[in-house]
């Protein structure tokens, strides 16, 4: 099973080359993200981890659409959403980039409720090859009654089609 996971891991680098942020890449990724939520109503202060797991498709240079799913869980607490995302990347610098993402999700809670979410994320993605990216962000999240701020690290991966 070792050897099958490394075999495929190098086969998605070998076809992956050149691709970063050129027009018609795919892009896949996520992060994980610590926050210290601010409840509305002087409700205090809790701590928060969220697991994004994202896709995307460049429809031009430095630019993709996609779709972002968003768990987050507390002590008591879950919510979940799925939506949209649009992602911008700064600068044409290959070993390194600066971007901006907004997202839209709508979703559920703990308590058999729904949620609407929207996020605002900026960062840097520290290019490793051509089509591995570690990054780095600060993170705004806001939904009913609660305004999460948090930074995160986060692995994106960019397929180019050929």
């Not at 409840?39 to 430095?62: D, Q």
């Not at 900026?122 to 591995?132: P, Q, R, V, W």
Request: proline share 2%.
């Amino acid at each position: 099973m070792k050897k099958l996971l490394i075999t495929a891991f190098i086969t998605v680098i070998a076809f992956t080359v050149n691709a970063q942020t050129e027009k018609s890449t795919l892009l896949l990724g996520g992060d994980l993200t610590f926050s210290s939520a601010s409840n509305g109503g002087g409700g205090g202060s809790t701590s928060t981890f969220s697991l994004s797991p994202s896709m995307g498709y460049f429809f031009m240079k430095n630019f993709a659409v996609g779709g972002m799913f968003n768990l987050t869980s507390t002590k008591g607490y879950t919510d979940w959403s799925i939506g949209p995302i649009i992602r911008g990347y700064f600068t044409d610098n290959t070993s390194g980039k600066p971007f901006a993402q907004a997202g839209l999700g709508f979703g559920g809670v703990t308590n058999g409720g729904s949620s609407v979410m929207f996020q605002l994320k900026a960062g840097y993605a520290l290019f490793l090859n051509k089509s591995i990216a570690v990054e780095f962000a600060g993170n705004l999240l806001t939904r009913k009654g609660q305004t999460v701020f948090g930074f995160g690290a986060g692995f994106q991966i960019h397929f180019a089609r050929k």
